[in-house]
């Protein structure tokens, strides 16, 4: 056996040691011996190995020859088969308890494994258990926290299959414990590419909460030294978040309140809010206020929290009602004292709320400020009030909200009902666009009655608009405003939507006659699917040239309602293909058919990083299996099986890096949004 170490570190003196110096530490080493539980035998052994050292040491000619051979190059001791077990203890002594550990590991493998019940396969053990705890500890020191458990699962396992020493076990797997949080935020802390570490960081956080019986540690034993303290577990808990997307959050969150945690069901609700306000989903406020009314949060307020929710749900009087039920008497102080409308009021709390206490935690979110304006203004966000027939939308919505001090107080009064009437005529024009889009397949006939379904929608949104300008005024202490010329505009409402009822109708009219031209020409996805074959790496993968994918003429939106395996395959292959274009430098306008938003910015932001350092990545993925884990109406979960391979090019065509993966398994998630099935997340696979 090769030991890595030298005389000098065997002996514990600096190379600039002289003989007095070396057969002092020589000395002192003999007295300190390692009384852990070694047999005679090896006690010896060491002893020899430190004369023959300091024998060398002191002889001035052997010392010099010795010394060249190390300025030659020459590493490590070479020991017989009969002292090896002796030069392993000093090489742990010399504070490399990771050599040690492998060595020792390494020779009660077979077909050198000891003898069973032997003094060699005993001390081997006694060291395997010693050097991998002392090896743990460096690594825990070092802050590598995940290669440190690795140490002592190899350690634990060790001694299970030897047979020996359970309390230098037990000892192993208390270290073991006290060292998961640390290897949790050690493997969630890590680069975003590494999916597969923060997958196995999840499911160890999963797993830990749980044991810990939730959030609040119900399972916990207080005479346990091992276990975490509750209050320093949620100093690790509020330094883990960070490295969690919202949806991460949300997902676990729901899952440690199904077994029980309450305190995991008021943040899963949080983190909806969250979610819903950040992405634009006020269904995911929705899903908030019921999680909150189901939870018992014994004495603690949650009236305006609700009320907060209320409001971004434009339910005033709700709103209002949940802020005069609230307990606390400081913030109803507050509001009573505010200078201004009460509804200023409310939109100011609602605010700080959202910033300082909702929208902080999150890998995946970063606000600096939260503008309500632009919240109620979003057409999503208009198009889900106007669903759930809240009255307080409208005035919020179209006309309130630029009255209200603090958030638009320097626009006109002119301006913003003349926005407010633009708002509601391009949201009108909008949907009629999707309807027409949603008509392709139908016929002639079909297409006029949904011309009048559209002149419905068209007068429905007039009524509103003049039940908007009737709203009362908003009052200020300097001066009154009120909303004139009600029939200035509604003249002009009327011959703009007139105006726009005949630009449909005349639209609807040239478009099917269009469709009726193109019925010849029209490629259908079935028979020219795509192949993923088609971004083989090729002469054009080095041009800077924009060119646009051949498969962005050809594909269309998924709308079944119960997509079949072959079609859910279909759509994978069109987002591994646009992506594909996209970080290649290429164009490709089918990403956004069969992605989400925050999907398609991850890949331009990639492309936009890419283009700063002069590259581009040439991706070849194919298909090779599909599972369907789950499927509703609304989400259907799916596992699939890749062959991976991609290549990043410089500017000028070398290859910087290459990846191959024959077998990468992702799991994606899909979600049915106006009759459309889009992409929303995936992530590595088991």
């Known amino acids: 056996m090769e030991l890595p170490i030298d005389h000098f570190r065997l002996l514990g003196v600096s190379p600039s040691s002289g003989p007095e110096e070396v057969l002092r530490f020589f000395q002192l080493r003999l007295d300190r011996t390692p009384d852990k539980g070694f047999t005679p035998e090896v006690i010896a052994q060491r002893s020899e190995l430190l004369r023959r050292s300091a024998d060398l040491l002191c002889d001035k000619e052997l010392r010099e020859k010795y010394e060249a051979a190390l300025l030659g190059g020459a590493e490590g001791l070479e020991l017989s088969s009969n002292r090896e077990v002796a030069g392993l203890i000093l090489l742990w002594e010399a504070d490399i308890p990771c050599e040690a550990f492998k060595l020792s590991r390494k020779a009660l493998q077979p077909p050198q494994a000891p003898a069973l019940g032997s003094g060699r396969e005993a001390d081997l053990t006694l060291l395997a258990a010693l050097s991998c705890r002392d090896a743990a500890r460096q690594e825990k020191d070092q802050r590598h926290y995940s290669a440190a458990a690795e140490l002592l699962e190899q350690g634990i396992h060790l001694l299970q299959r030897m047979g020996k020493l359970p309390e230098h076990r037990s000892s192993l797997e208390n270290d073991l414990e006290v060292l998961l949080p640390y290897k949790i935020l050690d493997l969630l802390s890590r680069d975003l590419s590494d999916q597969k570490s923060h997958q196995e960081g999840l499911d160890l956080l999963d797993g830990f909460v749980l044991k810990r019986g939730g959030l609040e540690g119900k399972k916990l034993d207080n005479r346990s030294s091992t276990e975490l303290k509750q209050s320093d577990f949620e100093l690790f808990f509020q330094q883990i978040r960070k490295f969690l997307t919202v949806q991460e959050q949300i997902d676990l969150f729901w899952h440690w309140n199904k077994n029980g945690s309450i305190d995991a069901g008021f943040l899963c609700a949080i983190s909806l809010v969250a979610s819903g306000f950040y992405r634009r989903k006020p269904e995911s406020l929705q899903k908030a206020r019921k999680k909150l009314n189901r939870l018992n949060l014994q004495g603690f307020d949650a009236m305006p929290l609700l009320g907060c929710i209320d409001l971004l749900l434009a339910d005033l009087k709700q709103a209002e009602e949940c802020f005069a039920n609230s307990t606390d008497s400081g913030l109803k102080e507050w509001l009573d004292a505010y200078p201004g409308e009460k509804l200023a009021a409310l939109c100011d709390y609602s605010r700080n709320w959202l910033l300082r206490d909702v929208l902080t935690g999150y890998r995946d979110i970063e606000v600096d400020s939260v503008d309500l304006e632009a919240w109620f203004a979003d057409r999503d966000v208009q198009a889900y009030l106007d669903k759930i027939e809240k009255k307080g939308a409208l005035e919020i919505a179209k006309a309130g909200f630029s009255l209200i001090p603090g958030l638009s107080s320097e626009k006109a009064i002119s301006k913003s009902v003349a926005s407010t009437t633009a708002v509601e005529e391009t949201s009108t024009l909008s949907e009629a666009g999707a ?161 989400r938003g925050p999907l398609v910015n991850i890949v331009t932001d990639q492309r936009k990083k890419d283009e700063k350092l002069g590259e581009k990545q040439i991706i070849n993925a194919e298909i090779k299996s599909l599972e369907i884990l789950d499927q509703t109406n609304k989400r259907i979960a799916v596992k699939v099986e890749l062959d991976y391979k991609d290549k990043r090019i410089n500017d000028s065509g070398e290859v910087s890096s290459e990846t191959s993966m024959p077998s990468l398994k992702v799991k994606y998630i899909l979600g049915r949004k106006n009759s459309q099935w889009q992409l929303v997340d995936f992530r590595s696979s088991k």
């Open 435 to 595: 309807n027409n889009v949603s008509l392709e397949n139908q016929k002639l006939g079909e297409e006029f009655f949904e011309t009048e379904v559209l002149m419905g929608n068209i007068i429905a949104t007039y009524k509103k608009i003049i039940s908007s300008l009737k709203i009362p005024s908003f009052k200020r202490t300097d001066k009154k405003i009120t909303v004139r010329s009600n029939k200035l505009l509604l003249g002009s409402l009327l011959f703009l939507i007139m105006f726009a009822s005949g630009g449909l109708i005349g639209w609807l009219s040239i478009r099917s006659q269009l469709q009726i031209n193109s019925k010849t020409t029209k490629l259908s996805l079935d028979e020219d699917k795509i192949s993923l074959k088609k971004t083989e790496f090729n002469d054009k993968a080095n041009s800077k040239e924009v060119i646009p994918s051949v498969a962005s003429l050809q594909f269309k939106a998924l709308t079944s309602e119960t997509p079949s395996k072959e079609e859910l395959i279909s759509l994978i292959e069109v987002w591994l293909l646009s992506k594909a274009d996209i970080l290649a430098g290429r164009s490709n306008s089918n990403l956004l058919k069969v992605a």
